[in-house]
């Protein structure tokens, strides 16, 4: 199947300081890219939606100031978090799919476990 | 919000034994996927059943889905101990938004 890259898998950050997730489609282009995030022991909640080329729709209660993200290249999404805090903390995983062309699959990166200290 | 539930939310069998979860959901489907996740990694996708099929195998699992109830079943034959996981359901709906959204999971224990 169709490989996401997620990098990094592992990152730790103080306080306050921001972090940059990166999410590559490797070998199909990813026209529509997908945000969430899992706390420890419980499910993956979406946080956002977001479309080559396009701002990103967010989720009830994600705060788009806190969590940045750009979609500017069919292979790669960013989500950036802002001024991170401990509560941040958690494990965050990108999928992408390719729509151009009517329904397909979509595909998981391996997802980014956050420490903010 | 999640659109599926989940239950058992965790389950604890002994290997050999057979292992089945249920998956419930909210809204009309394009089809529905289950996917494993070992504790602190990422997802393992095991297998996908369109909306208009019933049952599907692959190897030890089983899959069945029925549309009229708004939910699927995965079931897991012979387990062994490396099925230890978390095991998600996931609809991927019949919507021009065509985010995919999670269930609750069931945690998975297989006892040696």
């Known amino acids: 199947g169709a490989v996401v890259s997620q990098h990094p898998s592992r990152v730790i950050c103080k306080s306050g300081t921001s972090v940059k997730i990166e999410c590559r489609s490797l070998?199909?282009?990813?026209?529509?890219m997908f945000w969430y995030r899992q706390f420890p022991k419980k499910s993956l909640m979406l946080m956002a939606t977001s479309n080559e080329g396009s701002k990103a729709t967010y989720e009830q209660g994600v705060e788009k100031d806190k969590f940045l993200i750009n979609h500017a290249s069919l292979t790669l999404s960013t989500l950036t978090v802002t001024s991170a805090h401990p509560e941040d903390s958690s494990f965050y995983i990108c999928?992408?799919?390719?729509?151009?062309?009517?329904?397909?699959?979509?595909?998981f990166g391996q997802g980014t476990r956050l420490t903010v200290v | 919000s999640q659109q599926g539930e989940e239950d058992p939310q965790a389950l604890s069998i002994q290997e050999g034994e057979n292992a089945t979860m249920n998956c419930s959901y909210k809204t009309s489907i394009n089809n529905l996927q289950w996917y494993r996740q070992n504790s602190g990694r990422g997802l393992v996708h095991l297998i996908l059943?369109?909306?208009?099929?019933r049952e599907k195998h692959s190897g030890r699992l089983r899959v069945t889905l029925d549309t009229s109830k708004k939910s699927s079943s995965l079931l897991i034959t012979a387990s062994w101990a490396a099925d230890t996981a978390s095991y998600f359901c996931?609809?991927?709906?019949?919507?021009?938004?065509?985010?995919?959204?999670f269930g609750s999971g069931t945690r998975l224990s297989i006892r040696p």
């Open positions: 999928s992408a799919r390719d729509l151009a062309g009517g329904y397909t699959e979509a595909f």
């Open positions: 070998d199909f282009q990813a026209t529509t």
């Open positions: 059943i369109r909306s208009n099929e």
């Open positions: 996931a609809t991927d709906p019949y919507s021009s938004a065509s985010k995919i959204i």
